[in-house]
């Protein structure tokens, strides 16, 4: 909702009717200006109390209740000015407008008679009253709609980011908190319904996995083997959900002592050596990886090198000659019995001619193939005659294995010439491997050296617990890297034992596994699985954008600052969340930046999750008093003016603009009002607070 | 309920995993529609479970009606 107006009477320090105390409010960038004790806090105490019945109580630094409150509350002028068996009120009166223009009126009102000079009968609590505008009169709305009237003015999940003190900002987000990025998406983005799908198709999928297991115990041929398989297959599947959350652990802290170390590093004094110290190791360590890919490559090509380029056939060349002097031996007797068997051969097939041909050919005494005469009795009649009685060419060979005998002869010739280079090629690339690893050997003890050599260089720097945290949490790294190898061996033998139980059980089956059981187990757990990864692929792209969101506003406040270094960056740990770091240029973490950077941080943080993906700033206002209290003072325009183009509505107190020069900057910004408050005393004498009211003067631009 | 169904159907069907279980680079238009069926028993299940949850549904009412899109697609197939 956008709030209209705001109007009080007897509130505090706003003495008199609400007429006096009236500010009317547009889209854009409000502005409250006033000094210290003008007002402005009171101001913000109005707003808060209409929705929340609470006051902020000063010296307890907390929110108190008007029932504790009681005529506190009421202004010290008016409380004056009454008399005994009066009776007074203090009330605040909020009209707004809802997206579908519907117009309310919140009032809330306490009442307190004076029974004595100092003494009065308060109501035990406040009255709330709320109206909507129709038909020309407002009309009253029954008490059990309030609530959802007031949560539609400022949502109580938005309302800490969208609604703040300046000095609160710096608590809303905790930046060395890793969980405190995915409170800030889980509470401000929908990505609860994805949670709420895990929940249902986890529950899906755990039911429908009992109801297959039980479905194949019944058709079990070993009811007991199964019991126990069962059992088996339950112990590794919570052994390897152990596992899996230890490996989480441990993911988990060896990022943190890299996180630490990093931190370590950017303490020490010497930026020159630190720089050299960084980029040095950092070379090194890409050289290493690179390195590492490449053996890695290389192993494996090694493997695949056995069939590509032959080397399995190593060390069979004797069998090669010895079958290659054979194959001579039999291809000449293969040969020689062929030569002997040809001499027989009838060279045309048993039915060519046709048997039909021939005895027209004899009958006619004629050759129709070269059309000769073949009278009976000449040669050629003879030779047509001995086609009828050819037989068929007598098979000299049972098996004639020759053709293949040739086959395995020629690849004995072709790859002959391969084996002959299968030392030479293993050699070559055991040395390309040798190679890599030396040069390995020689990256990693350069690392050690530098190492070393930052480790003097930490002595110099006279910060001996920097040097001792700084090896503790190298030590922490190694240590946390081992258990998780541990870790990793042991999930590797748990599954093998899962996986064992399962084909177990399923050989244990006879008969026919009910397809609907089946595949109701197999769709629950892939829909579980996907409903995980969707959340995970949802919150990345939430993460992204903002991420890119928060850097395009912390740009924008700051692009007219020089001295505000760095950018912010969500940097992903391995247990799949996200801290928000401030990093230079070469993404190093920026140790101690000052304060008004940290608040400007969190403020474009909080600005980009509140412009992000649900678009707060469309619908609702933000309020601050004095966000800028903990700012330098050449940080402020940036945020002005970043508000006044972000947010449709903002109503925000202030001192910064108390110079005449300081408000011309404002002719810049998307403004909506501009009011001047004051401390006014009628009767002249400010030591006097029964004479205190506030004066409002709205400021054009 | 607070997102649009549409938009959470849209995340699950761009989801890699989702894509890998179905072995296609790809869905068609009808597998992105709530009214058109898809040829994927996983597809129906997902919009079955998205459609369900968004009329604020139990789980265990959620469930009965995955049950029973399974149960009637494998009879009848």
């Known amino acids: 909702m956008i709030i209209n107006s705001i109007s009080m009477k007897n509130f505090q320090c706003y003495a008199g009717e609400h007429e006096s105390n009236y500010l009317e409010f547009s889209n854009g960038l409000n502005l409250i200006i006033g000094d210290n004790g003008g007002g402005k806090s009171k101001l913000y105490d109005a707003f808060y109390w209409v929705i929340h019945n609470k006051i902020f109580q000063s010296d307890q630094r907390d929110w108190v209740s008007t029932k504790i409150y009681k005529e506190n509350l009421i202004s010290d002028k008016a409380k004056s000015e009454c008399q005994i068996g009066e009776t007074i009120t203090s009330e605040v009166t909020m009209i707004v407008t809802s997206r579908d223009e519907k117009k309310y009126k919140l009032e809330r009102i306490y009442e307190a008679k004076k029974i004595g000079e100092r003494e009065w009968s308060s109501k035990a609590d406040s009255a709330m009253l709320v109206s909507v505008y129709s038909h020309a009169k407002w009309n009253i709305v029954p008490e059990p709609k309030h609530e959802k009237i007031l949560n539609r003015v400022i949502p109580g999940h938005i309302e800490p980011y969208m609604w703040f003190q300046g000095e609160q900002v710096d608590s809303l987000m905790d930046l060395t908190d890793s969980t405190a990025l995915e409170q800030v998406v889980n509470l401000l983005s929908d990505i609860k319904d994805y949670d709420d799908l895990i929940a249902i198709t986890t529950t899906g999928a755990s039911r429908t996995a009992s109801d297959l297991i039980r479905h194949k115990n019944k058709l079990s041929n070993d009811e007991k083997k199964s019991n126990e398989l069962n059992a088996t297959l339950e112990a590794s599947l919570k052994s390897i959900y152990k596992y899996e959350k230890d490996i989480e652990v441990c993911d988990y802290n060896i990022e943190t002592a890299k996180v630490k170390v990093e931190e370590l590093i950017s303490k020490v004094e010497d930026a020159e050596a630190k720089a050299d110290y960084k980029s040095r190791r950092k070379a090194l360590v890409d050289l290493c990886k690179n390195l590492e890919k490449s053996l890695l490559e290389k192993h494996g090509s090694f493997s695949k090198n056995i069939f590509k380029k032959h080397w399995i056939l190593k060390n069979v060349d004797p069998f090669f000659k010895k079958f290659e002097a054979k194959y001579k031996k039999y291809s000449k007797e293969h040969n020689r019995k062929e030569n002997e068997n040809s001499r027989v051969v009838i060279k045309l097939p048993l039915n060519v001619p046709q048997p039909i041909h021939v005895e027209r050919m004899i009958e006619e005494e004629s050759c129709f193939v070269c059309g000769s005469a073949a009278p009976k009795g000449s040669l050629a009649h003879e030779h047509i005659l001995s086609l009828i009685e050819r037989k068929p060419p007598k098979d000299i060979f049972t098996n004639d294995l020759s053709s293949d005998f040739e086959g395995y002869y020629n690849n004995n010739l072709r790859y002959g010439i391969s084996i002959q280079d299968i030392d030479s090629s293993i050699s070559e690339e055991l040395s390309v491997i040798q190679d890599l690893k030396n040069k390995r050997v020689v990256a990693e003890r350069q690392i050690r050296e530098i190492d070393n050599q930052f480790d003097i260089l930490l002595e110099e720097d006279k910060s001996e617990d920097i040097l001792g945290e700084f090896k503790q949490q190298n030590r922490s790294r190694e240590r946390f890297e081992q258990n998780k190898a541990r870790l990793l061996e042991k999930l590797r033998v748990t599954t093998q034992q899962r996986d064992d139980a399962k084909t177990g059980i399923d050989k244990l089956v006879t008969g026919e596994i009910d397809k609907v059981t089946l595949i109701s187990e197999k769709i629950f757990s892939q829909l579980k699985s996907i409903a995980k990864s969707t959340k995970q692929q949802v919150f990345e792209s939430i993460i992204l954008e903002l991420e890119e969101k928060s850097n395009e506003i912390f740009r924008d406040m700051t692009h007219k600052n020089t001295s505000i270094k760095g950018k912010i960056k969500f940097k992903k740990i391995t247990n799949g969340s996200y801290i928000p770091e401030i990093v230079d240029g070469d993404d190093y973490i920026i140790n101690s930046p000052n304060d008004s950077n940290i608040i400007l941080v969190k403020l474009s943080l909080i600005m980009a999750i509140l412009t992000a993906r649900a678009k707060w700033s469309d619908n609702y206002a933000l309020i601050s008093d004095a966000p800028t209290s903990k700012m330098a003072d050449n940080y402020t325009f940036g945020f002005y003016k970043t508000v006044s183009e972000r947010f449709t509505q903002s109503i925000v107190t202030t001192y910064d603009f108390l110079e005449a020069e300081r408000k011309a900057v404002l002719s810049n910004f998307n403004m909506g009002k501009v009011y001047q408050i004051e401390s006014h005393y009628p009767s002249g004498n400010s030591d006097n607070r029964a004479d205190l009211c506030v004066k409002i003067t709205e400021v054009t631009i | ?77």
């Open chain 2, 1 to 77: 309920m607070a997102r649009d169904r549409n938009e959470i159907l849209q995340e699950f069907l761009k989801n890699e995993k989702l894509l890998e279980l179905l072995e296609v680079g790809a869905l068609d238009a009808v597998d992105n529609s709530f009214k058109d069926k898809s040829k994927y028993l996983l597809v129906e299940a997902i919009k079955k479970m998205i459609l369900s949850y968004s009329t604020e549904d139990s789980t265990s009412q959620t469930l009965k009606k995955i049950n029973a899109l399974i149960s009637t697609e494998v009879r009848s197939s």
